[in-house]
Each structure stands twice: as C-alpha cells, then as structure tokens.
DNA sequence: GAGTCGTGGAT
DNA sequence: TATCCAAGACT
C-alpha cells in the first residue's frame, strides 16, 4: 500500500483492510475483486490485485506465514527489491540494502552533493547504500529504518528542515549551498486526458456498483470512444474488470 | 532502460 | 491554478 503512495493516506484503508482480513489466509480466500473494492482510491489498483495473489502465494507456499527470507520475498508478487528489504529490515531486524525514495534523497544530498536523486535507482547508488550500512545485522536494521525517517520527517522533497537535521555537518548538498537540481529534466506526470485517468473513472464506477454494470454506464464518464474502449480493454487485460456473458462488467 | 500504471494533499 | 511527488513494480 506504501508504494508510491504517501503513509498518512494509506494508514485508514491499510486499518480497516486488517480489520477485514488479519491474516493472509483470510484475504486469500476472498475473490480478488473485493481486494481491488477494499484498495478505494489509493491508486494503482493492480497493487490490490498483486496483494491478493500474495496473499495466496504465502498460504500456498509459506503456511501462512509471511517468510523472513528475502529471496522468498522478493518472489511474491507485488514485492520488488525495496520491499522484500524492507520487511526483512523492519519486521525481521535483518542486513539488507534498503533503498526507497526517502533513503536516496539523503544519500544524493548527504553524499552526492545534489539537492535530488536520479529518476530510477542507479547501479552506483545501490552501492553507495551498500557501503555506508552497518555490518552488523541489528544495527543495520536500525540504522535504515533510521534513514528512511530522516528522509520522510527532516530531509524532505520540498523545503527540508536542515536546521533540524542530526546529520547536518557532514551533508555535502549543505556544505555546497544547496545547490538548485540541474539534472537532466524530470519527467512531469501528466494527467488530464491519460489513460490513467480513463482506467481510474471506468474502475470507480465498477468499484462503487453493488455487482455489474451496464457499458452505458461506463461510457457515460469519458467521452474519447477509441481511448474508453481501449482502456476498459486495459482494465479487464490486467484483471481488474471481467466482461460477463450479459455484456455488462464487474470486478473480478 | 524507459514507459506505464492512480490519486490527492501540499505548495 | 498548475505543478510536484509520494515506503515502486513490472514489462
């Protein structure tokens, strides 16, 4: 739920999704379109989708048991490289690189000098994060989850608090005047007209239906025929919306 | 490796 | 008001 996606809105769906379903075995056993009815409007509702089939992934082959192995982690689905090192750190106090968007804005500013990391995780940055973690396992642990805060509390995207910062004397960004970002130009997100924002009306109008609805329905929120039909198309390709025998859709 | 994939609070 | 960007993963 925390990826990409900002903790104070994650906090009350990621409460009331425990409330629904305390353990793995719980979810799993729900059809997938109540994981995806469950997600709201968090964003990136294929999460949903990747949090169910963890779901079963960790029924099947761990038990039901969340495993504490990293590898193991990094095979379920929805879990990439920041996540599996992150519930490995967090929840099982192990050694493990972890390198989120807070993390590589204080290593950028307090090693590389820079006021931003790089678009994607470079091979350099990982091994500069390699380097400067703790070798013993506890400490580490401590010292990323330790990072990552000063990254979402002090050292922010957007007006950071040097002035509070512990780490202050040794940043490189500071000692050089902070320096504005001069780096190759930052990809805007653009929104209005995308697909993304097709997909996001079609999904809520599945998501706030009580069971299927009619293409009418659907075609009343966007207006582009070729973009709504692709995108619904999109929808149902990643299994977010399942077409029904009578012509109407639903989540799946 | 670059594109794609939602949403909404903050500035 | 427009832009930024947030505990990334996957193709």
Not at 103 to 131: D, F, I, N, S, Y
Not at 154 to 166: H, S, W
Not at 175 to 195: E, I, L, M, S
Not at 239 to 249: E, I, S, W
């Amino acid at each position: 739920m925390l990826q990409q996606t900002p903790v104070a809105r994650v906090l009350p769906v990621h409460e009331q999704w425990l409330d629904r379903w305390p353990t793995p075995a719980d979810l799993a056993a729900e059809p997938t379109g109540e994981a995806v009815r469950m997600w709201g409007r968090l964003g990136y509702p294929r999460r949903a989708l990747r949090l169910h089939a963890a779901a079963q992934a960790i029924v099947e082959r761990h038990g039901g048991e969340v495993p504490d192995d990293h590898a193991a982690l990094l095979a379920l689905p929805g879990v990439g490289e920041y996540t599996a090192a992150a519930v490995a750190s967090f929840a099982f106090g192990q050694r493990h690189v972890v390198l989120d968007t807070n993390v590589r804005r204080v290593l950028a500013r307090t090693v590389g000098g820079v006021e931003l990391p790089a678009q994607h995780v470079t091979k350099a940055e990982r091994e500069t994060a390699r380097e400067l973690l703790p070798d013993d396992e506890a400490t580490a642990a401590t010292w990323s989850v330790a990072v990552m805060e000063l990254g979402a509390l002090v050292c922010t995207a957007a007006r950071p608090r040097c002035t509070e910062c512990p780490v202050a004397s040794l940043c490189a960004w500071r000692a050089a005047g902070h320096p504005a970002y001069d780096g190759p130009p930052r990809k805007v997100q653009t929104w209005a007209g995308t697909d993304r924002q097709c997909r996001g009306r079609l999904l809520a109008v599945l998501r706030d239906a009580d069971g299927p609805v009619h293409l009418s329905r659907l075609d009343a929120v966007w207006a582009d025929d070729a973009q709504r039909v692709r995108s619904l198309a999109g929808l149902v390709e990643d299994g977010l919306a399942v077409r029904t025998d009578a012509g109407t859709y639903a989540l799946p």
